[in-house]
C-alpha cells in the first residue's frame, strides 16, 4: 500500500503516531485501531533486493495476538509444503559433551511448542490486514500525535535525537541466517546445538512434512565473514557436519546472511517530544541473542502492553500522559530484564572454554531433561503460557 502524500492545508491531528512499519510496529497499529483510535503509521515495507531468510519462531500469546489483529498467516490447504507456518512439535537440544534436553507439545498437552514463522508471509499479511483498517493511515514523516510510539529497530535516529540513552553490549558474535534444503524431512523438530561456544539452531519449514530449515547460527564475526565470501557449500557442509547429519545430506536454497549479535536495553523507555508522549517498542527498546528465540516474542508483548495500558486508562487522562506510560515501562523492563539476563548467561555458559564448566553445563542439561515439574515450568513459559 502507497504512503499518503502529506495534505494541503491544516495537518491532521493523529492519536498515536507509530514510527516503524515492521511486525511490532504494524501489530501495535492494528490494536490501537481496533479501539477507534486515529493512527499514522510511519515507514514503508522492508526493501526487496535480498530475499529475506529469516524465520520466527512464535510462541501461543504471540500466536493469538496476531489472530486477534487477523494477521496470522495460514496454511494453503492446496499445498501444504509450501506452508509459511511450520508447528513445532518437539524440540531437541545438545550440549557439547552428551549433554541433551528434549521438549515434546504431547507432554505439555499443546498441539505445538512454538510455531515457526515465515517472516514475508507474516510482513505481508500484517500490510493486507492494515489495508483494510480504515483507521490507520500510512505517511512517510510523523506527525503531531498525542502519542509517538517508536519502532524503529536497533539503530533508532529517533531514540538518539530524544537522548533516550541505549546501553549496548557487543558479542564478538554474528548470527548467520540461510535457508537449505535437507535430505529427510525434518518432522516438525526444532534442534539446537550449543558447542565450541557457538549455538546453531535449524528450525523447521514448509509445515510439519517438510524438508526445509531456517539456519541460526550463532558463531566469531570472522568466521560468518568467511562464510558469506565463500562458495555456498562450504557452509551447507558445515551445518552437516555440526548437526551430525541428523537431517542427511543439505544444500543451500538462499544465499547467507549475518548480522552482529548484541545484548542492549534503553534506559528509558518513555519521555517527552514538542507534541506529546513518546514510548519505545520492540528492538529500539531492548536486543538480546536469538537463542532462545523470543526476540520477536518479547516485541509483539511490548505491543500488547502498551495497548493494553491505553485501552485501561482513565477517561481523563491524555495517551502521552507519563504516569500513564510509567505502567507500560514498570510492566514491561522487569520481564525484558529477566530474558536478557537468561539469554546472556546461557550464551556465556556454553562459551567458556573450562573443561570443568563443560562437564557441569552438560550434567545441568541431562539433570534438567529428568525433572519433570520444573521442565514442564519453563517450557510453558517458553510457550507463552502463564500458568
Same mark, same amino acid.
Not at 551447507?236 to 552482529?260: C, D, K, Y
Given at each position: 500500500?502507497?504512503?499518503?502524500?502529506?495534505?494541503?492545508?491544516? /495537518?491532521?491531528?493523529?492519536?498515536?503516531?507509530?514510527?516503524?512499519?515492521?511486525? %511490532?510496529?504494524?501489530?501495535?497499529?492494528?490494536?490501537?485501531?481496533?479501539?477507534?483510535?486515529?493512527?499514522?503509521?510511519?515507514?514503508?515495507?522492508?526493501?526487496?533486493?535480498?530475499?529475506?531468510?529469516?524465520?520466527?519462531?512464535?510462541?501461543?500469546?504471540?500466536?493469538?495476538?496476531?489472530?486477534?489483529?487477523?494477521?496470522?498467516?495460514?496454511?494453503?490447504?492446496?499445498? *501444504?509444503?509450501?506452508?509459511?507456518?511450520?508447528? %513445532?512439535?518437539?524440540?531437541?537440544?545438545?550440549?557439547?559433551?552428551?549433554?541433551?534436553?528434549?521438549?515434546?507439545?504431547?507432554?505439555?498437552?499443546?498441539?505445538?511448542?512454538?510455531?515457526?514463522?515465515?517472516?514475508?508471509?507474516?510482513?505481508?499479511?500484517?500490510?493486507?490486514?492494515?489495508?483494510?483498517?480504515?483507521?490507520?493511515?500510512?505517511?512517510?514523516?510523523? /506527525?503531531?500525535?498525542?502519542?509517538?510510539?517508536?519502532?524503529?529497530?536497533? #539503530?533508532?535516529?529517533?531514540?538518539?535525537?530524544?537522548?533516550?540513552?541505549?546501553?549496548? #553490549?557487543?558479542?564478538?558474535?554474528?548470527?548467520?541466517?540461510?535457508?537449505?534444503?535437507?535430505?529427510? /524431512?525434518?518432522?516438525?523438530?526444532?534442534?539446537?546445538?550449543?558447542?565450541?561456544?557457538?549455538?546453531?539452531?535449524?528450525? /523447521?519449514?514448509?509445515?510439519?512434512?517438510?524438508?526445509?530449515?531456517?539456519?541460526?547460527?550463532?558463531?566469531?564475526?570472522?568466521?560468518?565473514?568467511?562464510?558469506?565470501?565463500?562458495?555456498?557449500?562450504?557452509?551447507?557442509?558445515?551445518?552437516?557436519?555440526?548437526?551430525?547429519?541428523?537431517?542427511?545430506?543439505?544444500?543451500?536454497?538462499?544465499?547467507? *546472511?549475518?548480522?552482529?549479535?548484541?545484548?542492549? #536495553?534503553?534506559?528509558?523507555?518513555?519521555?517527552?517530544?514538542?507534541?506529546?508522549?513518546?514510548?519505545?517498542?520492540?528492538?529500539?527498546?531492548?536486543?538480546?541473542?536469538?537463542?532462545?528465540? *523470543?526476540?520477536?516474542?518479547?516485541?509483539?508483548?511490548?505491543?500488547?502492553?502498551?495497548?493494553?495500558?491505553?485501552?485501561?486508562?482513565?477517561?481523563?487522562?491524555?495517551?502521552?500522559?507519563?504516569?500513564?506510560?510509567?505502567?507500560?515501562?514498570?510492566?514491561?523492563?522487569?520481564?525484558?530484564?529477566?530474558?536478557?539476563?537468561?539469554?546472556?548467561?546461557?550464551?556465556?555458559?556454553?562459551?567458556?572454554?573450562?573443561?570443568?564448566?563443560?562437564?557441569?553445563?552438560?550434567?545441568?542439561?541431562?539433570?534438567?531433561?529428568?525433572?519433570?515439574?520444573?521442565?514442564?515450568?519453563?517450557?510453558?513459559?517458553?510457550?507463552?503460557?502463564?500458568?
Amino acid at each position: 500500500m502507497n504512503a499518503t502524500p502529506p495534505r494541503a492545508g491544516t /495537518p491532521r491531528r493523529f492519536d498515536v503516531a507509530v514510527q516503524g512499519a515492521g511486525v %511490532v510496529g504494524q501489530t501495535l497499529a492494528l490494536l490501537l485501531a481496533r479501539d477507534r483510535l486515529r493512527v499514522a503509521l510511519v515507514g514503508g515495507p522492508r526493501g526487496t533486493d535480498a530475499p529475506d531468510v529469516r524465520a520466527y519462531a512464535l510462541n501461543s500469546a504471540s500466536r493469538e495476538l496476531l489472530r486477534s489483529v487477523r494477521a496470522w498467516p495460514e496454511a494453503d490447504a492446496n499445498d *501444504q509444503h509450501a506452508s509459511p507456518i511450520t508447528p %513445532v512439535s518437539a524440540m531437541q537440544v545438545w550440549g557439547d559433551d552428551g549433554g541433551e534436553l528434549k521438549f515434546s507439545a504431547n507432554d505439555q498437552g499443546s498441539e505445538a511448542l512454538t510455531w515457526i514463522v515465515d517472516v514475508p508471509a507474516l510482513e505481508q499479511r500484517l500490510s493486507d490486514a492494515v489495508g483494510f483498517q480504515g483507521g490507520i493511515e500510512r505517511l512517510t514523516e510523523t /506527525p503531531a500525535a498525542a502519542l509517538t510510539v517508536v519502532c524503529e529497530g536497533k #539503530r533508532s535516529q529517533t531514540r538518539e535525537q530524544l537522548g533516550l540513552a541505549f546501553d549496548v #553490549r557487543p558479542y564478538a558474535h554474528k548470527a548467520v541466517a540461510a535457508r537449505l534444503r535437507c535430505e529427510r /524431512p525434518h518432522g516438525g523438530v526444532a534442534r539446537q546445538w550449543f558447542a565450541q561456544g557457538e549455538v546453531m539452531a535449524l528450525l /523447521p519449514l514448509g509445515g510439519a512434512e517438510g524438508n526445509s530449515v531456517a539456519l541460526v547460527w550463532s558463531v566469531p564475526a570472522e568466521q560468518a565473514n568467511l562464510w558469506l565470501q565463500s562458495d555456498p557449500s562450504v557452509l551447507a557442509q558445515a551445518v552437516q557436519a555440526r548437526s551430525a547429519n541428523t537431517l542427511g545430506t543439505l544444500h543451500m536454497e538462499s544465499p547467507a *546472511q549475518a548480522w552482529p549479535l548484541e545484548l542492549s #536495553r534503553a534506559q528509558r523507555w518513555i519521555t517527552r517530544n514538542a507534541t506529546g508522549g513518546v514510548a519505545l517498542a520492540g528492538d529500539a527498546a531492548h536486543a538480546m541473542h536469538p537463542l532462545a528465540g *523470543q526476540g520477536l516474542n518479547v516485541g509483539l508483548a511490548d505491543a500488547a502492553e502498551l495497548a493494553r495500558v491505553l485501552h485501561e486508562r482513565e477517561y481523563w487522562r491524555d495517551l502521552g500522559d507519563l504516569k500513564l506510560l510509567r505502567r507500560y515501562e514498570r510492566a514491561r523492563a522487569a520481564e525484558v530484564g529477566a530474558m536478557g539476563w537468561i539469554t546472556d548467561g546461557l550464551f556465556g555458559l556454553f562459551a567458556h572454554d573450562d573443561s570443568r564448566v563443560q562437564a557441569l553445563r552438560n550434567w545441568g542439561l541431562n539433570s534438567f531433561n529428568r525433572s519433570g515439574p520444573v521442565k514442564r515450568w519453563l517450557a510453558r513459559q517458553a510457550m507463552g503460557q502463564a500458568a
